[in-house]
């Protein structure tokens, strides 16, 4: 990537995913262009009113019912959270000359259709700057969907930014989340889009059936048994006979739990290899053919998909945590990134990546009163 002599900045980025189980933030320094230092980075878990709060503020947006009393406290109780995250980055930077310039706070989805034109993450950005009197981006995806694009995924830049360095093109770069989504990246060439569920299926039938908010290195998956038929019916939705650049809600796939009756060991053996084999089907829709696949996002943990992606894919699958580069915060760093893009108006969507007409910069900048 071409460096500009651009001022240097000290960003955090915030991101809270499609998992719905905390906030990552990253302090990272760049210039918009490259990646200068990564300097710190931490997680807060959501306590669990808030879990169940947000996925009944999901439900009420699908349904289109929403208790806007309760939105709006829920944003306020997700920005204090968001600042206790700030402050433990603040807290473990013993750089006491750096100054924090940016903060780039991607706020938590609740409900995404790019046909309807819509895409909601809650947050307050306004009393996140108030209280910290720091500017802050927020609304990073609805620049793009007002311009036809999908609003999704948005990290592709960073993706290239940051892997580039390490290998030789063409590579993949799959992030695993609550929805898991693949960037190509050859030289400056960028292909990417979302697949499909990622941990999101799995993570409720967890809590549902075994009191867990996720399947720990996949040891639940690897005790169960795929039911080929039904996982034909997963790989046969209308979803994967769209042709790339395109996203995915959170509860799209919920359809076929509600009708399910299969064993929850078995369902989550189903859906696991039901990630890894979306992921693999992906790869088709790349310019030419990959030999590494790097994963990261809370899906590289689980051994199982790991171990599936390349039993199916038969190509060189790396955990980026094996090549230093922290699996967790590969998306908080990517809004600490974004948010400097940004500000500077440079691009941050292009029309291989979310559909776009042409490369746009996007983000709402919120500067603190006064």
Known sequence: MYKKNVKEFYSIGLMSGTSMDGIDASLIQTDGFVIDDYIQNCSIEYPVDVKVKLKEASEQFHEK??????????????????????????????????????IGYHGQTVYHSPLNKVSIQLGDPKYVSNMTNI??????????????????????????????????????????????????IDGERLTAFDVGPGNCLIDDVMLKYFSKDFDDEGLFALQGDVDGKFLATLMSDDFFKIMPPKSLDRNYF???????????QNLISTLSYFTANMIVDALKYFPTDVDKIIICGGGSKNKYITKKITELSKKDVII?????VSSRYVESEAFAYLAVRCLLNLDISYPMTTGIKSAMSGGSVFRPAG
């Not at 433990?88 to 924090?100: A, C, G, H, M, Y």
């Open 135 to 184: 500017p802050v981006v927020f609304n990073f995806r609805i620049c793009d969907i007002l311009n036809g694009g999908q609003g999704a995924p948005l990290t592709p830049i960073y993706h290239a930014t940051r892997f580039s360095k390490l290998f030789r093109g063409p590579i993949a770069v799959v992030n695993i989340g609550g929805i898991s989504n693949v960037t190509y």
């Open 65 to 102: 019912n929403i208790n806007w009393t309760n939105t709006h406290q829920l944003k306020r109780s997700l920005a204090d959270l968001n600042l206790i995250a700030i402050n433990e980055i603040l807290k473990k930077n013993t750089d006491t000359s750096l100054k924090v310039d940016l």
């Open 254 to 264: 919920h359809k076929y739990l509600k009708s399910s009756e299969k064993s929850p």
């Open 320 to 324: 980026s945590d094996s090549i230093g």
